[in-house]
């Protein structure tokens, strides 16, 4: 069964972009796009996702504001910060919160894809 994924970034482009990755692989499903943390909150309690890929730097809400919600409503579901934002201070903050993974959008998009299989070979 295909593992269903929350796609959150301000950019309708990287949206669009990381839905065709996921899309490309069959033990994926894109279930729904959000533009911002506040939104992709509220679409997570309506889709539960296995999976939420969000970036850093966002309107509204940020990545790192939505992660730390998103972990008191669903502590199960994994969170991967995708973001042009990078380095060990946001790496460290990211983890304290409950954040999975870091992928830099400036790596190929194959590392995202490992890095979200991962998540459920280490949970096995």
């Given at each position: ?10 950019y ?24 911002n943390g506040?939104?992709?909150i ?27 919600e ?10 991967i910060?995708?973001?042009a934002?990078?380095g ?10 409950g ?14 894809i ?11």
């Amino acid at each position: 069964m295909a593992k269903t994924v929350l796609i959150v970034d301000d950019y309708a482009y990287i949206r669009h972009a990381l839905g065709s990755v996921f899309k490309r692989e069959a033990d994926f499903e894109v279930c729904g796009e959000a533009v911002n943390g506040r939104e992709a909150i509220a679409k997570a309690q309506e889709l539960h996702p296995d999976l939420i890929v969000l970036d850093l730097s966002m309107p509204v809400m940020n990545g790192l504001e939505a992660a730390r919600e998103l972990k008191q409503l669903m502590p199960t579901v994994p969170l991967i910060m995708y973001s042009a934002f990078g380095g060990g201070f946001v790496e460290q903050h990211a983890r304290l919160i409950g954040i999975s993974e870091v992928v830099s959008k400036s790596q190929p998009p194959a590392l995202l894809i490992s890095k979200a299989r991962s998540l459920y070979r280490d949970a096995a």
